[in-house]
């Protein structure tokens, strides 16, 4: 990840498709911020909490454990990492369909030898929607880790937001399921985008770059998965979204978290409602009592930020090919970095687990939220 640049757009012919894009995302954050409803304290008390086990970096590690080890694409480690999110699901969440998105490049350090990149989709969505029907709230991070150092590991970047999504899913899946059968049982089968609410993971590879960070060398999962959903990937002609890009509701990327007392920005004014939404939450949550963490401030301070405060940068990631196409981005990522970023001290010890384990929290408390869960709020205890 690396500071990005954005200049600013000069009006005229060549930028028609550009504005239209800013208007899609501008009509699509406007539909989604008027079917926004907070969860009471009853709900969050009640949020599924993680086990002992769901984050534990030893044996018997159900979400983070399998993970913590070298997932450099194209070698057995990636392998492992793959089949422990695909077992995941097939097994505890087998409503939600998995597909994968494949594409080979080359590298500056692997010469002429082809290395597979290999995203992996995770989607739920409402049961009577059809190809290009639904609106997706899009929960993505990076599950490959960086060829060197050899052995970088990468707990913080990122297979503790990749156990955080895992969580997630887990969490309010039961809540999918009863507002999905209530809304069948009364006929109310969809047709406005507040009602064709659905979730999509994104597991993205080949984020890190191989050599030095670069256009070329860095993003490679993300620029095709990007590229691929724009240009190859139309509906038909009648549906509600032409493609699956414009189906994003909100791209949110979480990198780098795990490690104590994190400082994320807000980084676009676009979306900076939704972080106001997180930061609010988290604000709750520890009002509560219901987050373990003592940081020296919160996770997101930066609520009050005023827009004329925004200077249009951004730090690269996975979310630059997105972005550039248009859709709107929640970007979760530290800034100042991790003192372990990048370096073999990015391990599963020094992770600061109540952290990994809040944000869990805070990410299920913004789904459920955003996907208008109040509608299926659990009984006061």
Known sequence: MWTLRIPSMAVGAATFRPLLRLLLVAHCLISCASAYKDLSDNFLRQLPQPSEDDFAIGKGGELLAPILIPRVPGTPGQVTAQEH??????????????????????????????????????????PWTKSGQANFLTLVAHYDSKISPNGFIGATDSAAPCAMLLFVARAIDKYLTQMHGEMVALGELGGTPAMDMGVQILLLDGEEAFASWTDTDSLYGSRSLAEEWEERSAYPALSNYHNPLRQISLFVLLDLLGAQNPHVPSYFSTTHWAYKKLATLEGRLRSLGLLESKPTQPFLPESDKLLSNFDHSGIGDDHEPFMKRGVPILHLIPSPFPDVWHNMMDDGEHLDLPTVRDWARIMTAFALEWLDMMEVEPPAP
């Open 85 to 126: 999110f695909v077992n995941f699901f097939r097994k505890q969440l087998p409503k939600w369909h998995i597909t994968w998105q494949n594409s080979t490049g080359k590298t500056p350090v692997t010469g002429d030898r082809q290395i597979p990149f290999q995203n992996l989709i995770i989607r739920r969505e409402p």
